[in-house]
């Protein structure tokens, strides 16, 4: 195969000395047959015979300067030969033809030569073969020519049969075939028509037409080229789609799907989705289908209209479907359309949907919000019904604007808390929009998603505080149930003896008055200078049966004694009294040595038969603002637990006892009470629970459970304290009370 320089200039001896047929090609000349009688080194213009040749034809000239300068050819029309160096080319025509490759295939070397020479000069890439055999094999390689001249007689195969053996085996050849013949019947050039090839040129031609249907060729090759990527681009894109697309008859059988369609529907390739699948009967909802057939009639597409259909397995799924209606001469032939399994989407969104039901149905106000600005960014309805807001007048308002008695160093606290552990309570107030507040409980978690969020359940704690109120004094109503008995023993022993000692001192009274009566006699006799020896027998006698000795001793034990008993039953009333204060709403300053005191005196009957019981009060306390009936309640539950504890150990009619020790400190910033029991402990498994309503470890009918529970609420949620214990099985527990000295809220401590 032979190649022709870029130059477009053909540099070959002429060798031979036969006589041949030249064919040199011009811009506009034609085609020029020349015989020439070729020598060894010389050819003569005497035998040139020119034919339809054009005299300002450059390209002749500068082939005929080449090729037979040295033999001194000149035109036969007398035109002077062209300079050696004359190059002959136009940059437009090249680019024209730039890097597209022409094979030429003749088995004359001459004719070969010339016109690859004038091809070159076009811009074309020429490659030359001689036989019809080395054309075929240079036809079929990979990077086969864009284009192809083949001359119909060739030795081996002619142009007819390489055309024909091109197109049995690579039926997609990307060569443009153009097949050169000086054959003139029409049933000739149908023949090389039907053999395949892309076009024809009749011998002789016209070097224009040559150059028009070279274009042709290379367009029509480069928009088969174009063609061939957008295809490429395309079967990519609708091989390697995600979403499943198709093409389908109206009658519902598929003429094409993409893998992701096969595998949306369950089916094991395209292949045999179309093979098994039929549109009309996957659907779930034949009305569902009807829809959505009568809008694609009526609109001529259809977008993200969402169906359910059957997998190949009998599953299903949801689909949002685009497709649109082709039409030929306004008749359906078919549909096509993009599929995407939406069934998790759907999923989700029913369960967004059951969320944002269930969060609406919620007693308790649920709100996101932005940790940066305290802004609320979504919320319930609840949220909006307690504070009296509509949804678009709450949505960008802050939590400030809502919370009445968050200060800054709440804000802090809570900051902190959520950075530390990523969850916060808070006991606070919300003020509704008519600027009436009232009591919530704000449990908040930090939720990191796409950004980060704080998470806020706040509880109406109105009726729940009414409820712990209620409870509350149930609580005490219990109590005071229990210690009944206790206290009235306690007020029976002192009633006791001062009515002994009353009865003793009217006794008295009377043997004192029949004596007195004795002494008024004997007065009155004396003054009337009348005393008889019978008046002073009567006196000496009253004062014996008197026994007035006995009397001047006793009486003052006896008043000492009831005066005694009359300060215990006092003391006891005033406990009582002190006990069971039902107080108010509003923290009073209270003496908490003296209202543990007067506790320990109620609770005595419970704890003076197993314990034995100490106490050590800092006279340094201060008065510390308190609820101070529901404090004193705290006190009780704890020495009343205790003596349980106590008594679980000794035996309520043991001989021995237990001990009891209550102590108060004053520490830096809060108060200090401690509780200690030398009872059986709390069991290690319990003690996480030992705060939890309704718990107890007691025997049915002893315990109710409540009374640790609101000793924490009492303590931590309505005094800002905290509270805790340490305990050792079989040793005992203490019960640790911390108070703050200015209300603010303690550090919850946690149980030892």
Request: proline residues 3%; aromatic residues 6%.
């Amino acid at each position: 195969m032979s190649h022709f320089p870029t130059n477009g200039c053909w540099y070959a001896p002429l060798g031979v000395t036969d006589r041949v047929l030249l064919i040199v090609i011009g811009d506009i000349a034609g085609l020029l047959f020349a015989s020439l009688t070729v020598g060894r080194t010389t050819v003569t213009n005497e035998t040139i015979q020119l034919l339809k040749l054009d005299s300002s034809n450059a390209d002749f000239y500068k082939l005929w300067h080449d090729a037979g300068q040295a033999a001194n050819v000149a035109p036969a029309n007398g035109r002077p030969g062209l300079p050696v160096g004359y190059a002959g080319k136009n940059e437009a025509e090249i680019e024209a033809g730039k890097m597209c490759r022409v094979l030429i295939a003749d088995d004359d070397r001459i004719s070969c030569k010339l016109l690859g020479g004038l091809l070159t000069k076009w811009g074309y890439e020429v490659e030359v073969v001689h036989d019809g055999d080395d054309a075929l094999r240079e036809l079929v390689k990979p990077d086969a020519p864009q284009l192809a001249i083949l001359d119909w007689m060739m030795p081996g195969l002619d142009g007819i049969e390489v055309i024909k053996k091109l197109r049995a085996t690579h039926r997609e050849s990307a060569t443009y075939v153009l097949l050169l013949t000086s054959k003139g019947q029409k049933e000739d050039l149908l023949r090389g028509l039907d053999a395949g090839a892309d076009d024809y040129l009749k011998k002789p031609f016209d070097a224009q037409e040559l150059r028009a249907r070279l274009r042709v060729g290379t367009e029509h090759k480069n928009i088969e080229a174009a063609l061939r990527e957008a295809e490429r681009k395309y079967r990519g894109i609708f091989d390697q789609a995600v979403v499943g697309i198709f093409q389908r008859t109206p009658e519902g059988r598929y003429l094409s799907v993409n893998a992701a369609m096969a595998a949306i529907f369950g089916y094991e390739s395209p292949e045999e989705m179309i093979a098994m699948a039929d549109n009309a009967k996957l659907h779930v909802d034949g009305a569902r289908r009807a829809e959505f057939q009568s809008e694609l009639d009526r609109l001529g597409s259809v977008q993200n209209f969402e169906c359910e259909f059957y997998r190949k397995d009998g599953s299903k799924i949801w689909i949002s479907s685009n497709t649109r209606v082709i039409r030929e001469d306004g008749v359906v032939v078919r549909y096509e359309g993009m599929n995407e399994d939406i069934t998790e989407r759907k999923r989700t969104e029913r369960s967004l949907n059951l969320l944002r039901m269930l969060m609406d149905q919620s007693n308790d106000s649920i709100e996101v919000m932005d940790p940066e600005n305290r802004c609320f960014l979504d919320f319930n309805e609840r949220a909006c019904l307690n504070l009296g807001y509509t949804r678009e007048e709450l949505l960008g308002r802050s939590l400030l604007d809502v919370n009445t008695a968050l200060d800054e160093a709440t804000l802090q606290r809570i900051t902190e808390q959520l950075q530390k552990s990523g969850s916060a309570i808070a006991q606070t107030r919300y003020r509704r929009k008519d600027g009436s507040t009232f009591p919530v409980e704000v449990s908040i978690k930090r939720v990191h998603l796409d950004r980060v969020y704080d998470l806020c359940v706040a509880r109406d704690m109105t009726e729940r505080q009414h409820v712990q109120q209620q409870l509350l004094q149930a609580q005490k109503l219990e109590s005071i149930g229990q210690l009944a008995a206790g206290i009235a023993h306690e007020i029976n022993t002192p009633t006791q003896y001062i009515g002994d000692n009353v009865r003793f001192l009217k006794d008295s009274f009377a043997d004192l008055k029949s004596l007195v009566g004795a002494y008024e006699r004997l007065l009155e006799a004396a003054k009337a200078d009348h005393v008889s020896t019978e008046t002073v027998r009567e006196v000496a006698a009253a004062v014996e049966a008197t026994d007035v000795k006995y009397l001047m001793e006793e009486i003052p034990k006896a008043i000492e004694q009831t005066l005694e008993g009359v300060g215990r039953v006092s003391g006891l009333v005033g406990a009582m009294k002190d006990f069971s204060h039902p107080g108010g709403k509003d923290k009073t300053p209270l003496d908490l040595n003296r209202a543990i005191e007067s506790t320990l005196t109620v609770a005595r009957n419970e704890w003076k038969y197993v314990a034995e019981l100490e106490t050590e009060f800092d006279p340094t306390l201060p008065l510390v603002s308190c609820l101070p009936g529901e404090f004193n309640q705290v006190i009780l539950n704890l020495i009343v637990n205790a003596a349980h504890a106590i008594a679980d150990v000794v035996g309520k009619e043991g001989p021995q006892r237990g001990k009891i020790r209550v102590q108060t400190h004053n520490c830096p910033g809060f108060v200090e009470i401690r509780i200690q029991d030398t009872g059986t402990g709390i069991p290690e498994k319990v003690r996480t629970r030992i705060f939890d309503p309704f718990f107890t470890t007691k025997e049915i009918g002893k315990g109710t459970g409540q009374g640790l529970s609101i000793a924490r609420s009492v303590i931590v949620d309505k005094h800002g304290g905290s509270i805790h214990f340490e305990s050792e099985e079989g040793q005992g527990t203490t019960f640790v009370i911390r108070l703050p000295h200015d209300g603010k809220t303690l550090a919850k401590a946690v149980s030892a």
